[in-house]
């Protein structure tokens, strides 16, 4: 009878999360070659991990935004069109695809959407940064007080959606300073109804213009 999940050894879990890894439930492959390609790749990382000699050293290169250049593009085009991005990390995962593990484009940065809420913690190419800019950068500024910590510590969410995000993007101010996300017994639940709807009417009039971006494409 196969361990529960809480009763297993530290080592146990791990086996089995690597059972999954080469198993995954659910997945279906293109191809009887990528499934043996996968099942060779993943392999390779489960004996490195457990210091075997696998057939050989697994390839995980940290390539940044290479594909993008790769591909003849640059970080603003990727930024402002997901299509943009889509196509280079294709072209570099079909390129180069004798490697065992691709970094995927997490960092490029919706610019389109960043614009909409206001986004001032980077700056990037094309907002704030020249073109050519080869990456973002980060804009120095004390975000949260010392004085702070207290309301930190007290609700972190509460803190986080009235204090800290506003601070970095407009589109956060919008939250009414009448609701207290620690408790609502204290609250005239009307007027705190008359601010939700108000700030819920003025969220889904934003949230419409997020998606008209249209910024996350359409997996292959």
Not at 94 to 100: E, L, N, T, V, W
Not at 106 to 130: C, N, Q, S, T, Y
Request: proline fraction near 8%.
């Amino acid at each position: 009878m196969a361990k529960n999940w809480a009763e297993m050894t530290p080592a146990e879990r791990r086996a089995e999360r690597f059972k999954r890894w080469l198993a995954p439930k659910g997945v279906k492959f293109n191809s009887q070659q990528a499934e043996k390609q996968y099942r060779e790749r993943v392999t390779r990382f489960i004996k490195a991990v457990n210091l075997e000699e696998p057939d050989r050293v697994p390839v995980m290169l940290p390539t940044s935004f290479f594909p993008l250049y790769y591909a003849g593009s640059n970080l603003k085009e990727a930024m402002y069109d997901y299509g943009v991005m889509k196509k280079a990390w294709l072209k570099f995962m079909k390129d180069f695809s004798d490697m065992d593990l691709f970094s995927g484009p997490g960092f490029v940065l919706p610019a389109r959407v960043l614009e909409i809420i206001d986004h001032k913690l980077h700056i990037w190419p094309g907002h704030g940064l020249p073109d050519n800019s080869t990456s973002y950068q980060y804009v120095e500024k004390e975000y949260m007080k010392a004085d702070e910590y207290d309301k930190l510590i007290l609700d972190p969410t509460d803190y986080w959606l009235r204090s800290y995000m506003p601070s970095f993007g407009s589109f956060f101010q919008r939250t009414p300073s009448r609701i207290s996300f620690l408790t609502t017994t204290t609250i005239n639940p009307k007027p705190m109804s008359r601010a939700t709807t108000c700030t819920l009417k003025k969220r889904r009039t934003s949230m419409k213009k997020l998606n008209a971006c249209d910024w996350q494409p359409q997996l292959p």
